[in-house]
């Protein structure tokens, strides 16, 4: 679905199906109480989610917050004009922000937020990419500010699970989009732990969640002496 020539149908559908995959895969209520939350309740809270794609993660978020009478903005960036067009258009009055961008462009825009999370953004970059967002990350949060980037940890379970899982509803509940193609080349192309904890600078940490998912979390405390 990086592909610049793909259908956009298939990729209209691909990311209409993201918030059922995510619902199961990448646990956002966990995300809330844990992280969001927390701060919202000290006050309005500024949220960035890089790499969004179809802003399902941030709108999950924005109803959370809702729900609990907490007051928030939250950006969902993403670089690929395709998917910020169909997120905005399918924003069902959650109050997302959109924007077509890279965080570079934030940081040299002296923006600055809360929380800065990803969601499956990890596995598309290379190891210099890889150190360039995270710089960017740290950037973008003020002093007392949280970076927890989230991923699939690569391994032969997490592969045979998916592929077990997903087969079932090929034909069906995914048909017509690249969520079966793509969730099996993104767990061969993810990081292990380990190769995360080689790469990550100091001050990070690498945090190993079930079923089969990474944490790279940057936050005040980790970066102490």
Do not use: K
Not at 127 to 140: F, H, N, P, V, Y
């Amino acid at each position: 679905m990086d592909d610049p020539d793909a259908d956009q149908r298939t990729l209209d559908r691909t990311y209409e199906l993201f918030r059922l995959v995510n619902t199961v895969v990448s646990r956002p209520g966990a995300l809330y109480r844990r992280d969001v939350r927390p701060r919202a309740r000290a006050g309005r809270v500024r949220i960035l989610d890089v790499g969004a794609g179809g802003g399902d993660l941030c709108r999950a978020l924005a109803r959370r917050l809702a729900r609990d009478g907490l007051d928030a903005e939250i950006t969902a960036l993403d670089a690929d004009e395709r998917a910020t067009r169909w997120a905005a258009a399918h924003d069902g009055g959650a109050g997302v922000v959109y924007r077509c961008a890279r965080s570079a462009e934030l940081v040299r825009a002296g923006e600055r937020y809360d929380v800065v999370l990803s969601n499956h953004v990890l596995h598309h970059l290379a190891a210099d990419e890889l150190q360039g967002l995270l710089e960017d990350s740290r950037r973008l949060v003020g002093p007392d500010g949280l970076v927890a980037h989230h991923d699939i940890a690569r391994g032969r379970i997490a592969y045979a699970l998916f592929a077990a899982g997903s087969l079932p509803f090929a034909r069906n509940v995914l048909s017509g989009s690249f969520i079966r193609a793509d969730g099996l080349t993104s767990i061969r192309r993810s990081y292990t732990a380990a190769e995360l904890a080689d790469l990550a600078p100091d001050g990070w940490r690498v945090l190993r969640e079930a079923p089969a998912r990474l944490q790279l979390r940057w936050e005040p405390r980790d970066a102490r002496p």
